[in-house]
C-alpha cells in the first residue's frame, strides 16, 4: 500500500477542469502518461482536454472484459518504458472500472510503483471500483484473481460524465449505490428508490450529486479502517456472492448482464436468507423485491442451472476454506459479514428469485 487512506483524496467537483489543472499545478510530476479506453477518448477527454498541454503522452485500451488481463498490462507497461516514464512519472487513468482497475494495477506495479490518479467516468467506478485502492486483472478465466491494494493519489468525480452513460449502464452502478444503502443507511434507500421513480428518467443528475456523494461516503466508511479487507470491508460483498455467480453464469450462456445488475438480483437472494438466517423483516423483502423487479426486470434462472451457479459460488475468491460465505442483513442498513451458507439456501433464494419475477406484473 503507498500511503495512508485520507478522505481529501476524493474530489467531488463539478467544474473537474479547474479542479484538474489546480491539483496538477500543485504536484510537479515529471511526466504525465494518460491511459484511456477507445469510447472516452471520444467521447471523455474532450471534456477534460484542455487541462493538458500535449506534452502527455495516451494509451489507449479496449475496456472489455475479456482485455483485463495480463497481455494489456505488459502494453501498458511497454508504452510506458518507450516513453521514458520513471519513479516521478504520474499515469492518470480516465474511463470506467476496466480502465481504473488495470491502470491503477499497471501503476502500482511499473517499477515498484508509480503514482496514479482515477478520473472514473462510468456510475459504477465513480462508486466503487476506483475509490478504495482495489486494482486489478482478470487471470485463467477468473475475474480480478491478480491484483494490488494501491490507494490513488486523487480521484476527481464529476457527474458531467454521466450524460454519457445509457440506461444499462447507469443502472449497473446504481445497483451498487442501493447496496451501500442496504448495508448502511436505510433513509438514503428510499431516497435512491425515490430518485430513480421520478428524477431519472428527467435526468436530473445535479440533484444525483448529493446521492453521489453520500454513496462513495459510505464505501469510505467500509474501507478507511479495513484496507485490506480482513473484516469490516467484506460487508461491501453484500449481493456479490450470488451477484457474481449470476454475472458468470450468463457470460457462459453468452448472455451479458452488468455487474450491478447481477448484483441486484444477488441482493434479493441474500434478502430471502437474510430472514432465515437474521430474522429480517419479510414485509421489507417483499417490498425491496419488488422495487428491485421493477427497476431492473425480471430473471428466470432454469432450476436444471441452480448447480452451476452453487459450483460458480464455490470458486468464489470471497471463501475462506470450503465454506460459501455471504453477508447479509438484520435490517436494513445493519448488515453482518460473516454467513455461511450451503446448497439448500442456494437453491432455495434461486427458487424465490424466479418465483418473484413472475409474481410482479
Ligand atoms: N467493491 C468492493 C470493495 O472495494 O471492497
Redesign the pocket.
Known sequence: MNKDFNQNDITHTEDIISDLKEYLTKYTFEQIYILTDKNCKNLCFPVISKVFNRNEKIFTIISEEKYKNIETVTKIWNFLIKKQADRNSLLINIGGGMVTDIGGFAASTFKRGISFINIPTTLLAQI??SV?G?TGINFQGLKNQIGTITLPEKVFISSIFLKTLDTEEFLSGFGEMLKHALIFDKSHYYELINFINTDFSEKKYQKFNTLIKKSVNI?LHF?KNDIT?TGL?KT??FGHTFGHAIESYFLKKRKIMRHGTAVVYGIICELWLSVKYHNFNKNYIEEISKDLINIYGKVNIPEKDFSNIYLLMKHDKKNTGKNIQTVLLKDIGLAEYHNIINKNDIFESLRKLNLLSKEIK
Open positions: 466503487d471500483a478504495g482495489k464505501k474501507v479487507e470491508r461491501l460483498n
